[in-house]
């Protein structure tokens, strides 16, 4: 028996095995495809955040923001008449705290109060919304400006009759996604005005018009149609920003702490223009942490001593 | 292929219609249709399945893309595409399929078409809402919202699929 006879007889076992292996791969191999395929995404969706899917937006809309602007200003025109009606009534309702500044026969306090905002730690800004509904649980807003118009990632989004919104979660030259407070991610804090009993504000994602102001105090005693405004305590928006109205309260099952469900101000359903607020102090902070940051994260004496 | 620029056309207008229209409308919190869908419906009742697996997939990345989805898109449609030819193979037979042409009530029967369209779409909007809601919690809330949006996308789906086949005669 020579060498070939071996060889060949291998050949002959494999090229059989080979034949059935393929069969078999062809057999199923739309189903190895979409389990493969369908492993990617679901892993891809388990490690994703709502900062994933905000930077997604981002991402396409430079390719695509353009488009939304044009599609979207199409659509504006409907809806300039009533934009037009409240416009005017909020700037007779700035006429009228103009006037009480003029009546203000104190001049000192005057004085005074305008040295204070020579400075002010809020800035703010406007932007139209170009993409976006709330017709989701995740929801997330596309705004016409970015970078290139002062836009950072943290700034508070405002209705233009001054209630809260949400807030800017990521930002690229042009554009910026915020996340609205009708996403289940979001998280703030809500105070009832008046009182200093506070909570935090998330959505539970059933109703598109409330939202959930939990960890209320029991001995809040919170009233139908009493106002619920913004905290201190978050960077992301000015104090007493009116959230919304308090709709029905209930206790929870410990009967310790309230959830309070409260009827936003903002109709974000119908948004089109939205008012920026950036807090100065934040972003003075911020930029520090970024300096310190370029520098390697330390800062030692030697450095400095050489840049002298 | 053939009849690929029609398809290339009827991908283009579902995506955009998605991205441009139903994105931005806030109709409800329950009426969220997903035209995209449409797409994977009228895809040839022949079409070899990894084909409709890619198709599935091109569909649900570019969702995923334009709507800030992280996967939830691509998840439910490739779901829905890998189980496409088995409920045509249910509703209309395999071998019937075999002979392909667009899905439509004409080809399949009325009955046919509404069943094969009604599970598939049931089949990927359960999916993604249940994804989407990312909880188990307010199951009748979800359930109001698969049912409400899947009625919607038929809704579409039907409309779509009537402009698209009414071209066949001018065509051919």
Do not use: C, M
């Given at each position: 028996m020579g060498l070939r006879a071996v060889v060949s007889a291998i050949f002959e076992f494999d090229r059989g095995a080979v034949r059935k292996l393929i069969e078999f791969i062809r057999s199923v191999y739309v189903v190895v495809l979409f389990v493969v395929l369908e492993a990617v995404a679901v892993n891809f969706y388990a490690h994703s955040t709502a900062y994933t899917q905000a930077r997604l937006l981002t991402r396409s809309n430079r390719l695509l923001g353009d488009a939304h602007g044009l599609v979207g200003d199409i659509g504006r025109y409907f809806t300039l008449g009533r934009e037009n009606r409240r416009l005017i009534e909020r700037v007779a309702e700035l006429e009228e705290r103009l006037a009480a500044y003029a009546e203000a026969e104190n001049a000192e306090r005057l004085e005074s109060y305008i040295d204070s905002e020579q400075d002010p730690k809020y800035r703010m800004t406007t932007a139209t919304l170009v993409g976006g509904a709330v017709?989701?649980?995740q929801n997330l807003l596309t705004l016409n400006r970015g970078y290139r118009d002062g836009i950072s990632v943290g700034m508070g989004v405002l209705s233009p009759s001054g209630a809260m919104v949400g807030f800017v979660v990521d930002c690229s030259e042009r554009y910026a996604v915020a996340m609205p407070?009708?996403?289940?991610?979001f998280r703030s804090s809500g105070r009832l005005a008046g009182t200093d009993y506070f909570g935090s504000i998330s959505w539970?994602?059933?109703?598109?018009?409330t939202v959930q102001l939990s960890d209320?105090?029991?001995?809040?005693e919170p009233r139908e149609g009493q106002e619920v405004v913004t905290t201190?305590?978050?960077?992301?928006f000015p104090e007493d920003v009116l959230i919304g109205w308090v709709e029905r309260a209930e206790l929870n099952e410990t009967r310790t702490t309230y959830t309070v469900h409260v009827r936003l101000a903002a109709e974000i359903s119908r948004l089109r223009d939205v008012v920026l607020v950036g807090n100065r102090d934040r972003e003075v902070v911020g930029d520090l942490q970024e300096q310190v940051r370029q520098n390697g994260g330390a800062i030692s004496p030697d450095r400095s001593a050489t840049t002298n | 292929m053939y009849r690929t620029y029609p398809y290339a056309l009827l991908f283009a207008t579902t995506t955009l219609l998605q991205v441009f229209l139903f994105d931005n409308l806030?109709?409800?919190?329950?009426l969220d249709p997903l035209v995209y869908l449409a797409f994977i419906l009228l895809?040839?009742?022949?079409?070899?399945a990894a084909v409709l697996l890619g198709a599935g997939l091109a569909t649900g990345v570019a969702m995923d893309m334009t709507m800030g989805a992280a996967g939830i898109n691509t998840i439910s449609t490739l779901l829905a595409a890998f189980v496409r030819p088995a409920i045509v193979g249910f509703c209309y037979g395999s071998e019937n399929a075999r002979?392909?042409?667009?899905?439509s009530p004409e080809r399949m029967g009325r009955r046919a078409f509404v069943r094969y369209a009604a599970i598939v779409i049931l089949i990927h909007h359960s999916v993604f809402f249940t994804l989407e809601a990312?909880?188990?919690?307010h199951t009748l809330h979800n359930l109001a919202r698969i049912v409400a949006s899947s009625t919607a996308t038929f809704a579409a789906t039907w409309l779509l699929m009537r402009l698209f086949t009414a071209k066949l005669p001018l065509r051919i």
């Open positions: 017709n989701r649980s407070v009708l996403n289940t991610s539970d994602g059933r109703d598109a018009e209320i105090s029991k001995y809040a201190g305590f978050s960077q992301y | 806030s109709l409800s919190l329950y895809l040839p009742l022949d079409i070899p002979e392909g042409g667009t899905p990312l909880s188990l919690a």
